[in-house]
């Protein structure tokens, strides 16, 4: 018999963790398969259908037989839609050579970290933060530096925290408004302020507004009140979350035609193009159509009662505390006061971690831990589902953690 195989991996990996919002999701599946009665809050993805014009848009393209390669970076037709979707939501006029799509937004922020950052950069992401920032940012060969946000600022970074993080050796600054974790949403002043600073700086700006659609306050874009930073800017958005598209795999990168094209670049050796079908439902969400509008506009109305559904059941577990989200539809509780105490049959947790294991296998709920946000002693969990099962769910993280 032949000795044990070895297998030497690419360095880079040694520090990558793996997605924690996947891992739960193939854990709650296993527990389903075995008849286990589990209540996901893990999932960041709308409940809801795709809203019909968008697929009927890609049957059409199926009977049309759009079942062969696209242009790297998306159909002629797609990328003017984007385009004109951009340019309405910026102010600024995009061109079709600034814009580029993608296999779902994560790719787009994959691809323009590979693009942007090299060995010795930075790139500052803010705590908490979406999970695969960090990681993409290590594959990229850079180091993420992540101020730590609080509760006392809405979980938003302050002028001051991002000018002591810059330096000479800082790449890209990243902001994400509406936030995943934490549903803040920057306001029109508190853009400003960064703005200010940002302009102090020759950082590259990733501002990624995956979650722009639901927004239960006004909405303000960076580009909107510093359109002077443009020329250094990356916008990444995409379908999966406004049109409840996530597995359509449909996303966007606009920025400065340099860097469009260096992503292209770089997709014209890896995926290419994302799905020719998906690209026609995606034509079909950018095109200005009021049967989707309202389909829209509805969801995030249902998903604003569910929000202010699962905050007043939060209020009622002795031991935890929530801001208010202003947008997603996520929210991020302080569970601090749980940790390192008795809880029902005399179980202690000593970090977040451990509690969301223990709510996993003692009252069959899925969040997930602040640790894989960058925030010890937080949970997320995603509202994304039926008011009952909210109830449901909130009365079992009740029950599993009184103290007996």
């Known amino acids: 018999m032949s000795a044990k195989m070895e297998y030497r991996l690419a360095r880079r990996l040694a520090a990558l963790e793996a997605s924690a919002t996947a891992a739960m999701t ?7 398969a075995a008849g286990i009665k589990v209540i996901s809050f893990s999932v960041g993805e709308p409940d809801f259908d795709t809203p019909e014009p968008i ?4 049957i059409a393209g199926i009977h049309a037989n759009h079942t062969h390669y696209t242009p790297t970076g998306g159909t002629l ?3 003017k839609a984007v385009a004109a979707r951009v340019t309405a939501d910026q102010g600024i006029n995009y061109g079709i050579g600034q814009v580029t799509v993608t296999t779902g937004a994560k790719e787009a922020l994959y691809l323009a970290f590979q693009a942007l950052c090299e060995e010795g950069d930075e790139v500052v992401v803010p705590a908490p933060y979406w999970v695969s920032y960090v990681e993409q940012v290590k594959l990229a060969g850079a180091t993420p530096v992540t101020p730590q946000t609080t ?3 809405g979980f938003k970074l302050t002028p001051e925290q991002l000018r002591a993080s810059l330096n000479e050796r800082t790449r890209v600054v990243v902001l994400n408004s509406p936030s995943n974790p934490t549903g803040a949403v920057y306001s029109a002043d508190e853009l400003s302020a960064l703005a200010a600073v940002l302009r102090d700086h020759s950082a590259m700006i990733i501002t990624d507004e995956i979650y722009d659609a639901i927004s239960y306050v006004p909405y303000a874009r960076l580009l909107r009140i510093a359109p002077d930073l443009a020329d250094r800017a990356l916008v990444v958005n995409g379908a999966a979350k406004a049109y409840a598209m996530t597995g359509w795999r449909v996303g966007y990168v606009a920025g400065p035609q340099p860097v469009i094209e260096a ?3 770089i997709q014209s050796h890896t995926s290419t193009h994302t799905s020719s079908i998906s690209q026609d439902a995606a034509l079909a969400a950018y095109t200005p159509n009021p049967e989707i509008e309202a389909t829209v506009a509805a969801m995030t109305a249902e998903f604003l009662r569910r929000r202010d559904l699962i905050l007043s059941l939060l209020a009622t577990i002795p031991g935890v505390t929530c801001t208010v989200p202003d947008g997603a539809f996520y929210v991020f509780p302080n569970v601090n006061a749980l940790l390192n105490r008795p809880l029902r049959n005399g179980k202690v947790c000593a970090t977040s971690d451990e509690l969301n294991l223990y709510l996993l296998e003692e009252a069959h ?6 640790e894989a946000f960058g925030a010890p ?12 099962e909210i109830r449901i769910g909130m009365e079992r993280f009740r029950a599993a953690v009184q103290s007996e």
């Open 263 to 265: 992503i292209k670049a």
């Open 77 to 79: 037709e797609l990328r």
């Open 365 to 370: 709920i899925a969040c997930v831990a602040g």
């Open 377 to 388: 002693g937080y949970l997320r969990l995603s509202y994304a589902t039926g008011s009952e």
């Open 55 to 58: 697929k009927q848009a890609a």
């Open 26 to 32: 193939a854990r709650v599946a296993q527990m389903r």
């Open 151 to 153: 509760e006392q600022t």
